[in-house]
């Protein structure tokens, strides 16, 4: 029995009974091409009425052969969420902790690519399970240093959360695990667990201290946003890092100071961040002072401003000030399919406002973590607004998802950046 039984004793147990579902031919083509997701309007039949969350779903084709298994989920407009297809397997513990085996291996490559020069005394914060993208949907692991944080998108998983729980403590080398929850998902108070609780071990009075490259952050890894820290965007801050020697930066909707902290390691003059949350700069401000040993962290002019980007930026060009190296990396503009015209107004109108902050030969970093919004729209929607508003881009380099926030269908995809430099002379007039 795993030493912290007690703690998820209250769980419901996995139910040794299996749903026969029979889908659309439609929803069984896309379960074969790998789609994580069926809804319960391609349910065409399933043999118990009263399935509960995180039963076992097996799927069987119009000659009642095995097809796939997935989870049911009686809540969700998603009513089967997918985790096998292929040949008939047993979905217990042993299966779990090798599916979570399996995701914390394929990281192993952002181990061996981020090798820094020896300076960082934290382990590293990477995601370990990327949810449908790593074969187990609506769940979320992330580590930070030696805590391993589990976030949970459905009630499918409370039934097996005992097991993902030792899969992750065997796979991640972690001695802590907490647990987080949706926004939609209720409190577990009926189980004896709520969100931020630590399961397994404990957990700093302050914040967990990890390393990203060479340098320091703090995660809150209890109350924080997501599950502490925004690790996706690790690809593009360890970039600026390389680009910003001796730049003035200005770095808008700046969170925690990821991109702060890294232009400064990188030889920033001079960084300017700007967020509409005071605590949230709080962080940044610590995040620095977590570096400040870095000859180049502590040489750089750091001020920070607590507005709205779009106000901030405006008021920062009218009154003159430019920058070398802006960095505009909003939160997500368009939660549905019809806020995608407002997401690229958006997107359009904070292009505008970076054109008229940075100088000659200054480099913009523009990003989008909209997933509605597709690369095509988001890249066009940059470069066009840049053209019409007299500024040449450059494009000088691209991304997406970095190798621990895999894409396996198309709906997992969300983030994109671009690098531009804005040539010399091509500006007829700047715009505020």
């Known amino acids: 029995m795993s030493a912290h039984s007690s703690l998820l004793a209250g769980l419901p147990a996995p139910s040794d009974r299996r749903l026969a579902i029979k889908v659309t031919p ?31 779903g097996i799927v069987f084709d119009r000659n009642r052969k095995f097809a796939a298994i997935g989870l049911w989920d009686p809540n969700s407009p998603i009513r089967l969420r997918m985790i096998h297809v292929g040949d008939p397997v047993s979905i217990d513990a042993p299966w779990f902790a090798q599916r979570i085996a399996e995701s914390v291996q394929r990281r192993q490559v952002l181990f061996d690519r981020h090798v820094g ?9 990477y995601r370990a399970v990327n949810g449908e993208n ?4 609506a769940l979320v692991v992330d580590v930070y240093d030696h805590v391993a944080v589990i976030k949970l998108y459905s009630e499918i998983w ?9 899969g992750v403590l065997a796979a991640t080398a972690t001695d802590t695990v907490v647990l987080r929850l949706a926004r939609n998902l209720e409190p577990l108070e009926s189980y004896g667990l709520d969100d931020g609780d630590v399961i397994v071990g404990e957990v700093p009075d302050g914040p967990v201290l990890f390393s990203e490259g060479d340098l320091t952050f703090e995660a809150d890894v209890q109350r924080g ?3 502490g820290h925004f690790l996706d965007q690790r690809l593009n801050r360890l970039a600026v890092g390389k680009i910003a020697g001796g730049k003035r930066v200005l770095d808008v909707f700046a969170s925690t100071g990821g991109f702060t902290v890294h232009a400064a390691a990188g030889g920033a003059s001079a960084v300017h961040a700007v967020d509409a949350s005071e605590p949230t700069l709080d962080v940044a401000r610590r995040n620095l002072d977590h570096n400040a040993d870095v000859p180049a962290v502590a040489a750089c002019s750091v001020t920070t401003q607590v507005a709205d980007a779009f106000d901030a ?6 009154s003159g000030r430019r920058f070398d190296l802006v960095i505009v990396d909003p939160p997500s503009f368009a939660q549905k399919a019809a806020t995608v015209g407002r997401a690229r107004a958006a997107y359009a109108k904070l292009t505008k406002l970076a054109i008229g902050l940075i100088e000659d030969g200054g480099i913009l970093v523009q990003a989008s973590c909209s997933s ?7 890249f066009d929607t940059v470069t066009e607004t840049a053209a019409e508003h007299g500024a040449t881009f450059t494009e000088l380099r691209r991304t997406d998802h970095d190798i621990d926030h895999p894409v396996t269908y198309d709906e997992g995809e ?11 002379g091509s500006r007829r007039r700047r715009d505020h």
């Open 225 to 227: 946003q997501k599950t």
């Open 313 to 318: 930026m405006g008021a920062l060009a009218r």
């Open 158 to 166: 409370y039934p097996h959360l005992p097991a993902v729980v030792d």
């Open 414 to 424: 969300y983030l994109k950046a671009g690098f531009w430099r804005v040539e010399p």
């Open 26 to 56: 439609d929803a069984l083509r896309r379960i074969r091409g790998r789609h994580p997701w069926v809804y319960d309007r391609s349910i065409e039949s399933v043999n118990h009425d009263d399935g509960a969350p995180g039963d076992i």
């Open 117 to 125: 020069s020896g300076r960082a005394v934290h382990g590293p914060g």
């Open 134 to 137: 790593d074969g187990l949907p």
């Open 372 to 378: 509605r919004v597709t690369p095509t729209e988001f």
